[in-house]
């Protein structure tokens, strides 16, 4: 099971499917441009073009593919592991282009607006920070980007006075929204 490029709809592909799709494309391409036909042979020359304009077709999806989800990061890591899909999806196409340092900065931004601020629970804080450990691991098993990443995290708890206390109740089974702590360790 793989997520499919946003928006869902027909049509959609995923980065691991996307060979077809692009051999549809490419074959448009030659037919267009090169005016390749089955009655007509192919030359060498047209045959490098279709080649190359494969490698820019494929690297212009992954880039695209991997932006989209690295938009939808804090949404993708808040629902893991029910989006662990779109995590191998994007962990595809990471591999196939250099969007790290784009997904560490809209991944730190979208940290710091949507959850490093005082109107957030305590608890709702730990336990996204413990969706994105779990996420972050599959997307770089290197640990990297978690690294990177949560670092705003780790030291916005250290700020609030109530994240010990959280944290003994989520390991105690006292606190209903940090159970995950507990079943961790």
């Known amino acids: 099971q793989t ?8 049509g959609a592909v995923s980065p691991a499917q996307s060979s077809p799709w692009i051999e549809r494309v490419v074959g448009w391409l030659g037919k267009v441009f090169l ?8 030359s060498p020359e047209a045959g490098n073009t279709l080649r190359r304009w494969r490698c820019h077709v494929q690297r212009f ?3 695209i593919y991997a932006s989209l989800r690295i938009e939808e990061l804090f949404s993708i890591i808040r629902d893991f592991p029910d989006s662990r ?13 250099d969007q790290r340092q784009q997904l560490l900065v809209s991944l730190k931004a979208a940290l710091e607006t949507r959850l490093l601020h005082p109107g957030v629970n305590t608890c ?3 336990t996204l920070y ?18 990177v990443a949560c670092e705003p ?26 159970g995950d702590l507990a079943v961790e360790l």
């Open 124 to 126: 709702d804080i730990i």
């Open 153 to 178: 995290i780790r030291r916005y708890l250290r700020t609030r006075e109530d994240t010990v206390r959280q944290i003994v109740a989520g390991l105690t089974g006292d606190s209903d929204g940090t």
């Open 61 to 63: 999806f992954y880039r």
């Open 130 to 147: 413990i969706s994105a450990i779990k996420a972050l691991r599959v997307l770089d098993p290197s640990m990297v980007i978690l690294e």
């Open 35 to 42: 005016q390749d036909s089955p009655t007509r042979p192919t």
């Open 3 to 10: 997520a499919v490029l946003v928006p869902p709809g027909p």
């Open 85 to 97: 899909p779109a995590i191998e999806d994007l962990k595809y196409c990471l591999e196939r282009t």
